[in-house]
């Protein structure tokens, strides 16, 4: 395996575990753990030591204060703490974020909630990471093909993405006050923040301010999703 490959695979598994850890833990959330972390092992994700915060979510005991953490958080203060893109900015342009995000997710084969299992909205925080990370393991695999107009592709889309939502998105959830004082999201978000930085690092990408939900308005242009509508699905 060469080394850019397995770098992509460790990023891939390091998205999935950030988007488990921004959704709320419900009852199959043990079992998910517990088969990202052995991929986390295989990888070598934590080959030097692990993010404090996962000793919270691998206790059973302490996993039930998350659970309560996270509606406090994210429930009650569901306005302030936004975990939805769309909740950022004005109202307007919320159909159009919507419709973005759905366009890059179609345009590559993820359709959430096509299983019958119930999903997230599709500008959720958590559903964001993981689109990135399936955008990860498309490129990995593709770089294993040796097919490098795909690789192209998915490496675009992975920067367009970055630069219109999940590297805006992260650092204002991130930079919420009261997800900062929170014991369990603050370092999940900050390690998550970490992720995305490094991501739009090694891209190049440098996103602009997303709005607060009090902020001011957004302009209403879809530029991202009109054009990965047109790439070819990769499944």
């Given at each position: ?48 030591d692990p993010p404090a915060f996962l000793a919270r979510f ?15 958080v994210f429930d009650r203060a569901a306005e302030s703490n936004?975990?939805y893109e769309s909740a950022h900015g004005r109202a307007l ?143």
């Open positions: 395996m060469s080394t850019v490959h397995a770098d992509i695979d460790r990023q891939a598994v390091a998205f999935g575990l950030a988007s488990l850890f921004t959704a709320y833990p419900g009852v199959d959330f043990p079992a998910r753990l517990a088969g990202l972390l052995r991929l986390a092992q295989e990888t070598g994700l934590f080959a030097s691998q206790d059973d005991r302490s996993l039930d204060d998350v659970r309560s953490e996270y509606i406090d936004a975990l342009g919320k159909g159009n974020t919507l419709a973005d995000v759905a366009a890059f997710y179609h345009a590559f084969g993820m359709e959430p909630g096509s299983d019958g299992t119930e999903a997230e909205m599709v500008d959720h925080v958590a559903m964001e990471l993981e689109f990135y990370g399936v955008l990860l393991l498309k490129q990995a695999y593709l770089t294993s093909l040796g097919d490098g107009e795909g690789v192209q592709i998915v490496g675009e889309a992975r920067r367009k993405f970055l630069d219109a939502h999940l590297g805006r998105l992260v650092p204002a959830i991130a930079a919420r006050a009261e997800v900062m004082r929170s014991a369990t999201f603050g370092p999940v978000f900050t390690w998550c923040a970490s992720l995305v930085q490094q991501e739009c690092g090694a891209l190049g990408v440098s996103p602009a301010a997303l709005e607060g939900s009090h902020g001011e308005a957004e302009g209403d242009t879809v530029e991202c999703g009109a054009t990965v509508a047109r790439l070819p699905v990769l499944s």
